[in-house]
C-alpha cells in the first residue's frame, strides 16, 4: 500500500494534493468485491457530503455504494470505468482511481485513518 | 459422509478447495467454493476450454423396483415410463397446487432402477415428496446423497479430458445420457448433461472415491488450461444458457408453463399425477406472467428483485441479472404480464432510482457452437 494516502473504514483511500484529494478504493476492498463490472460515479460538479453514498460499485455478484470520505466538489470522475471497470482489480491506487474532489473542509482529513490503522482494520477482516 | 462443522455441510473436497484457494461460502447448509481466480475468468474458461465444479452438495434419490417408473409418473410432472435405459430428462415435482417445488433430473440406470437429482436447497423436501407419494407402490427409495459425490466437467475440451479417464465411452454418450463404468478406477456414473450450456460430463462416484477422481481430472485437465470453478461462475453461465434457477425463476407460486417450461409437463400420459388438476387448469387458463429475457439497452445491470415497468405499470419483477461475460452486456431473466413479454418489446427495469430500457429477447442469451 502507497505511504502518501489516507484511508477509511469503508476502504477508501484518498490522495491529498493541495485542495485536491482523489480518491479511490483499496486492494482489500476490490479483493472482497471480487470482479467489477460497473462503476456509477457522481457528475462533475455534484457536492459531497462526507459519509453519503455517493456511487455504486457492481461486481458479477453484488452491488456496492461507494462513500464520500470527504465533503467537497467533484471536479472530475474517472471516465476510463465506464469502459473498462476491471482497472478497480488491477490497479486500485492507479489506473483505478474513481474520482478528484475539491476539499471544502481540509479538518476532515485528520479523522482519515492512517496506513498503520487501515492495515489493523483489515487484519481484523 | 458429509461432515457437519459449526452446522454446515462439508463436501469432500473440502481440502482441495482450501489447497486451491477456493472462497468459500455457505449454499444450502453447505460449504462451497464461490470462486477460485475469479469469477470471470473461470467463467471464460469453461466457455473457451472446460471447467471442473464441485457439486457434491446436491441431491440423489435411487428409486427401485417394479413400480419405478410408474411411481415416478405419479410423481413427478414428466413421463419416466418412456424413458430408455441410459437415458435422462428434465423434470420438475410440482405441488397438488401446480406450483413448483424443484427442478431436476432423472436418470434411468436399468428397467426397474432411476436416479433423480435434486437441487441441494430442496433436496430434503424432493425426497420427502417422493416418499409420500410412492407409497403404495412397488419401489424402494435409497436417499444416496450424503454419500454420494458429484464432480461436472464442462466446456468444449470435457470430451477430450475425461475420455482417457473412464471405460465408458464418450463419443457413443449422447447429450442427456448415461453410462455405467469407472472414472479413474473408481465405479462411477456418467451422464452427458450440464448446467452451463456447454458440452460436458456430470459424474457420481462414492465419496470416498471424490478426491481421487478430482485430482484424476484436475492433472488430465491442467495441460489443456482445466481450471476449477465455483458457483459464482455457474450462475453467470447458467444465466447465459438460459436456464431457470430454482429459488429465482421457480418457485412454489409459479407453473411450469409460465416459466415457459410447459414442455416438461406430460399432460397425455397415463394415470393421475401430483398437480395433474391444477396443471391442466393452468394450461387450459394460460400464464399469469411469463418467463422473458432481457438485454439491459442502457447503463446498468439488472439484479433479482429489481423492478420491470413497461411506461408508467409495473409489469413485473426481475428474477435473475448479471454483466453477461460472453456478451459483455447486462442481461436478465424476469416474469412481465403476457401482453409485455412479446420479443421486441422495450420495457424498463428500476435500477436505483433510474429507469433503464430493456429489450425483450428470446431465451437463450448464449448457445454453443461445438
Redesign the interface.
Known amino acids: 500500500m502507497a505511504q502518501d494516502l489516507r484511508y477509511t473504514k469503508e476502504h477508501e483511500w484518498v490522495r491529498v494534493e493541495g485542495d485536491l484529494a482523489t480518491v479511490g478504493i483499496t486492494d482489500y476492498a476490490a479483493e472482497q468485491l471480487?470482479?467489477i463490472?460497473?462503476v456509477?460515479l457522481p457528475d462533475t460538479g455534484r457536492a459531497l457530503v462526507r459519509a453519503d453514498a455517493v456511487g455504486?460499485i457492481?461486481?458479477?455478484?453484488a452491488?456496492s455504494d461507494l462513500f464520500a470520505p470527504i465533503s467537497g466538489e467533484v471536479v472530475e470522475a474517472n471516465a476510463e470505468l465506464?469502459a473498462s471497470p476491471?482497472l478497480v482489480n488491477s490497479d486500485p491506487f492507479g489506473k483505478g482511481w474513481m474520482l478528484r474532489v475539491r476539499i471544502s473542509d481540509p479538518s476532515q482529513l485528520d479523522a482519515l485513518l492512517d496506513k498503520a490503522a487501515y492495515e489493523d482494520l483489515t487484519r481484523e477482516g | 459422509m458429509a461432515q457437519a462443522h459449526g452446522g454446515l455441510y462439508a463436501t469432500p473436497l473440502a481440502d482441495r478447495h482450501a489447497g486451491l484457494g477456493a472462497r468459500m461460502i455457505e449454499f444450502a447448509g453447505w460449504s462451497m467454493p464461490v470462486q477460485y481466480a475469479g469469477i470471470l475468468e473461470e467463467h471464460r474458461a469453461v466457455r473457451t476450454r472446460a471447467g471442473l465444479f464441485d457439486l457434491s452438495h446436491m441431491g440423489e434419490l435411487y428409486l427401485d423396483g417394479p413400480d419405478a417408473a410408474k411411481a415416478l409418473a405419479y410423481a413427478l410432472v414428466s413421463d419416466p415410463t418412456t424413458l430408455k435405459v441410459g437415458r435422462a430428462q428434465y423434470s420438475m415435482s410440482c405441488f397438488a397446487g401446480g406450483g413448483v417445488l424443484d427442478d431436476l433430473i432423472v436418470y434411468r440406470l436399468a428397467e426397474e432402477r432411476f436416479m433423480v437429482v435434486a437441487n441441494a436447497s430442496n433436496a430434503a423436501a424432493v425426497s420427502d415428496a417422493l416418499v409420500e407419494r410412492i407409497a403404495g407402490f412397488k419401489v424402494i427409495l435409497d436417499d444416496r446423497s450424503l454419500a454420494t459425490a458429484l464432480i461436472a466437467i464442462q466446456g468444449p475440451l470435457s470430451l477430450q479430458v475425461l475420455a482417457p479417464l473412464t471405460d465408458v465411452v464418450l463419443d457413443d454418450l449422447r447429450n442427456y445420457a448415461v453410462g455405467e463404468g469407472s472414472v479413474a478406477g473408481k465405479p462411477a456414473l456418467v451422464a452427458r448433461t450440464g448446467y452451463t450450456g456447454e458440452d460436458g460430463f456430470e459424474i457420481f462416484v462414492d465419496v470416498a472415491s471424490a478426491g481421487r477422481v478430482w485430482d484424476a481430472l484436475m492433472d488430465a485437465g491442467r495441460p489443456a488450461g482445466v481450471v476449477p470453478v465455483g458457483l459464482g461462475a455457474r450462475d453467470t453461465l447458467r444465466l447465459e444458457a438460459g436456464m431457470p434457477l430454482y429459488g429465482n425463476e421457480l418457485g412454489p407460486d409459479t407453473t411450469p408453463y409460465e416459466a415457459g417450461l410447459g414442455r416438461v409437463v406430460k399432460l397425455t400420459k397415463e394415470g393421475d399425477f401430483v398437480g395433474r388438476a391444477a396443471l391442466e387448469k393452468a394450461e387450459a387458463d394460460g400464464p399469469r406472467k411469463k418467463l422473458v429475457g432481457l438485454a439491459l439497452r442502457g447503463r446498468g445491470i439488472a439484479r433479482h428483485g429489481y423492478e420491470l415497468f413497461a411506461g408508467d405499470r409495473r409489469t413485473g419483477v426481475v428474477t435473475s441479472g448479471t454483466l453477461s461475460p460472453t456478451l459483455g452486456e447486462p442481461i436478465a431473466m424476469a416474469y412481465a404480464a403476457p401482453s409485455d413479454a412479446e420479443p421486441g418489446t422495450i420495457l424498463e427495469v428500476k435500477i436505483r432510482d433510474q429507469r433503464v430500457p430493456a429489450q425483450v429477447v428470446a431465451l437463450p442469451f448464449y448457445r454453443r457452437t461445438t
Open positions: 471480487g470482479d463490472v460497473f456509477e455504486v457492481e461486481s458479477v455478484k452491488v465506464a476491471e
